[in-house]
């Protein structure tokens, strides 16, 4: 016994050896948190570099070593033509066509997600008694862990043979028959304001349009209600998080003023909770972007600038995933074109994704 | 936005008028405002309010002091019946406002919360504008089409003497504010839709003295145009600014009540001057 131990504070040989393991810890942690940035960049560095071989016939390497600029695709094709058709005989690289895919898809599913998913969480949050809640939230949650192949499934098995023909079958078709009925009925020209107007005949052509809509396996409209479905829990699940930390003195100083439980919702617990709620908007937006699985069995195969929900469209991921599944040779321009479109994919999410920081620091502390 | 109340002033059920009750006063204090008749409250099985019966006067000062867990603060819930936002709360008894017992079924406690403002322990402005936190109150009551809302908005600043403080800068968030405008922020909201009852639960427990003081000046003020009951768990300050105070004791019980003079120089009973000189509570 040396008189430093009787300090008590130098420390033994148990403690350093704990204090060494600490510092190894430290170290692992630190590893897996790297982990995930390398892997991040790695991803990144790989579809660039693939992507410049798509685009100038050469990878970066090759080009830092002097390789000869070999222009394969131009940027103007790429991101002006209206034709994406990488394997064809006659090859065309537009990919606006699968852009638009991805978008209608996205766009049309956040019109089911968002109005859902938050009329859902303020429900949960606000209106629901807490037995109700905390049964239905663990539901919305299985919901959010089903598998989207599931999904995909449940899109090919009655999403579009059961609703989306029967909207076809049983709504369009009929009030096209209807509408061509109307058009046989008037002139087929009508003089007003002393210029012809072809109301019959223009009937009868939306009539007959209309009347030609059958689904097939595939379409847009099934796409988009599946891809919608599955974001609901994102939004609803992270809205009602979102809601629920708004600080319940700012209700109790509402209620206690005569405001309704209307009243309370949206105007105090939505805008105080608004950071939350855009952020749950941005990430179930994130989700249908990259969706895959479901997508492509619901929405299809055929790349297609389109308005008609009853057609088939592709997605940029349907596109990867039909591109990958190895009818190209590894190294051609079709086979490129898989890392074009991923890149375009990533920085589609990339942005999402410094939207949602954007909006966060816009909304932050709303209360306190 | 269009109510169906026929005239929130007067009505606070959603249907008919109730004719007001015949009364006639048994003393030379004021009307009570509200009369509380054996009225207990319980969370689940577990009773926060004994059967407590009081009267508290129009336009005075009302104090409940007691211990901590007494009901205090429960009491003062149940008047604007915001114990109903308490999941397993129950309440037995009546309580009368204006000859109406407010938890008859065909209350709506909405129109009853128009007439009973409350200010509660910690400032709780909303995340908005000061203009639009004093203006809350008369917009979600859809009153805001009636009144010139800048005069009434500048009217209840004056009343919980904000206004000079604050006059330029309407449109500042009201958590920019110290605690103590804060408070008297939310004493604005409470009184611009001109409640008759304003309902204050410790309101200066999170302030510091020079606020509390402020804020004591203004309640007593306030009583000269409303009926103010106040909880606190300062008893210096119930005896500086409430006209009636009433002890309520462990349990929930409802222990004296008399002219504040009388409750602290001679209490009538002994456990209540045990309180008040600190010896237990």
Redesign the interface.
Known sequence: MSGDSKAGFIGDEKLSADRRIDRWIRRVFFGCAALTIVTTVAIFLVLFDNAANYFFGARITELLAGATLDRQVSFTEFFTGTRWAPSHAYPSHGVLQIVWGTTVITVGAAFISIPVGTATALYLAEYADPSTRNRLKPILELLAGIPTIVYGFFAVSFVTPVFVDGIATYIVRPIGRAVHWIGTALPSTVGVAGSEVAIGATLIGAGEAMMAQYVGRYSMLAGIIVVGIMTIPMVSSISEDAMQAVPDDLRDGAYALGATKMDVSLGIVIPAAASGILASYVLAVSRAIGETMAVTLAAGFNANITFNPFEEIMTMTAYMVSMARGEAAVGTVEYQSLFAVGLVLFLLTLLMNVVNDLLKRRFQEAYR | MKRTEANPMTDLTSQTSQPDAERTPTRTDPDPALIADDLSVYYGEEQALGGVSMEIPERRVTAIIGPSGCGKSTFLRSI?R?ND?V?GCRVTGRLDFHGKNVYDANVDP?????RI??V?Q?P?????SIYDNVA??LR??GRDDEVDMDAEVERALRGSALWEEVEGQLDASG?ELSGGQQQRL?IA??IA?DPEVLLMDEPTSALDPVAEAKIEDLITELAEEYTVVIVTHNMQQAARISDQTAVFLTGGELVEIDDTDRVFSNPADQRVEDYITGKFG
């Open positions: 604007n915001m936002r999941p909405v129109a009853l919360r128009r403002g409350q509660f910690a709780n402005p909303f995340p908005k809350y109150g979600v009551q958590l939310c909201r409470a839709p």
